[in-house]
């Protein structure tokens, strides 16, 4: 009896290592991530040959007959809707003469003719206007970039006292979705 339980003892081991599961040929295992929401915007500068978007950023001589120029640029990877606004305040120097804003005007890009923005009503600064409305693509990162041009009341700037005028423009973006 010893010998026959010593056997079915035996015979079971063997068995067990026979019955045992074999590894998988291959193994998997799954990734995810996900990549973060990204949106920047403000003023399109050159840096030694790199475009680099700044929050802030000054024009010289903004009382040209044409205006004031700069690049405003929103770089995002989102794919929703945004409105861009702007608030500005008139020309204003040490001694509180004081130049009115006659017009903002952008243009969206080298093959488009350029548009009057439209007034929104006054804000916290002075005068808003809404620049444009867009909705990126949704292929990834992108910078989308505008030309605006600030232009002063050139009859206003005509009959102004010698000073130092500075105007401040203030852009908001604000997410539709």
Do not use: C
């Amino acid at each position: 009896m010893r010998k026959f339980l010593i056997f079915i003892l035996m015979l079971g081991v063997a068995l067990s290592l026979v019955a045992a599961p074999l590894p998988p040929a291959q193994v998997k295992i799954t990734l995810t991530t996900k990549v973060p929401e990204f949106l920047a915007h403000g003023f399109l500068t050159d840096d030694d040959g790199e475009e680099v978007i700044v929050s802030s950023t000054s024009v010289y001589n903004a009382f040209d007959a044409e205006g004031a120029r700069f690049t405003y640029a929103v770089k995002t990877n989102v794919s929703f809707p945004l409105t861009v606004s702007a608030e500005i305040t008139p020309f204003q120097d040490e001694h509180d003469g004081t130049v009115s804003i006659k017009g903002i005007y952008v243009k969206p890009s080298q093959s488009e003719q350029e548009v009057a923005a439209s007034p929104a009503g006054v804000g916290t600064l002075g005068d808003r206007y809404d620049l444009f409305s867009f909705s990126p693509n949704i292929s990834g990162m992108a910078t989308y970039a505008y030309s605006v041009r600030v232009v002063a009341d050139q009859d206003e700037v005509a009959d102004a006292a010698v000073g130092n005028y500075e105007s401040t423009v203030s852009i908001g973006i604000s997410t539709q979705y």
